[in-house]
């Protein structure tokens, strides 16, 4: 059973946000996706200053099993990238909602509202089952 953690929102696509203190939300993928998508030998994320739509592709994720592209839920400017990634992008696989975390976006509009059209952590692991 994948781990799903408490106090963050999830997508249909198996993505976790997380809203920050300062309004902000950071974005990574889940414990379920990455064990799906097997050794994450690449991540590509987009640059910090970037803007991005709802539901549009903000980079890929690179196995050794495939690629897959990474979905931002909402829109916004990206504020930050977890530059880490680019030298030990496994650290998507050991730690996905720590280290492994992608990118952190000020989102156009109320985070709050933005949210609520997301899954909770309930919601997300009767999902998985």
């Not at 829109?75 to 990118?103: C, F, H, K, Q, R």
Request: net charge negative.
């Amino acid at each position: 059973m994948s781990e799903v953690k408490a106090g963050l929102y999830y997508t249909k696509d198996h993505e976790w946000v997380e809203k920050l203190e300062n309004g902000n939300l950071r974005l990574g993928i889940t414990d379920f996706a990455q064990h799906q998508l097997g050794d994450i030998v690449f991540v590509e994320l987009p640059e910090e200053g970037a803007s991005v739509e709802a539901e549009g592709s903000i980079g890929s994720i690179e196995s050794v099993k495939t690629v897959s592209d990474l979905f931002c839920p909402v829109g916004g400017t990206i504020t930050a990238v977890n530059g880490a990634l680019e030298g030990e992008p496994e650290l998507v696989n050991s730690a996905p909602y720590g280290d492994g975390w992608m990118i952190e976006i000020q989102p156009n509009g109320e985070a709050e509202e933005l949210l609520a059209g997301l899954m909770t952590p309930e919601q997300y692991q009767a999902e998985q089952e």
